[in-house]
Nanobody
Framework: QVQLVESGGGLVQVGGSLRLSCAASARTLSSAARGWFRQAPGKEREFVSAISWSGTRIDYADSVKGRFTISRDNAKNTVYLQMNSLKPEDTAVYYC???????????????WGQGTQVTVSS
């Protein structure tokens, strides 16, 4: 397992943007893929986006397609989530996760960060 640290959360108005970062303590084959998940109050944690080590495979939840962009800088061992056109329903704690492959299945990820709060105010 690797340690993951998220940053970049905060309070933003509807239509605004935020960029989340997820820095990893190490780089291993089992943590090559990186995913973002989120959990809103009273709801289950859900998949947001994921990216492979090479960046050639990317997946998004339908709810964020066209608004969010995932990317990575392997030299910095960091993955980013650019969030544009934010909506109140994007309010949640956002978690970074690392796993072997790109998937929306949370059970496939073996390392998780502590989460960063994103609040979109109307």
């Amino acid at each position: 397992q690797v340690q993951l640290v998220e940053s970049g959360g905060g309070l933003v108005q509807v239509g605004g943007s935020l960029r989340l970062s997820c820095a990893a303590s190490a780089r291993t084959l089992s943590s090559a893929a990186r995913g973002w998940f989120r959990q809103a109050p009273g709801k289950e944690r859900e998949f947001v986006s994921a990216i492979s080590w090479s960046g050639t495979r990317i997946d998004y939840a339908d709810s964020v397609k066209g608004r969010f962009t995932i990317s990575r800088d392997n030299a910095k061992n960091t993955v980013y989530l650019q969030m544009n056109s934010l909506k109140p329903e994007d309010t949640a704690v956002y978690y970074c996760a690392a796993g072997f492959s790109v998937t929306a299945d949370q059970a496939a990820y073996n390392s998780w960060g502590q989460g960063t709060q994103v609040t979109v105010s109307s």
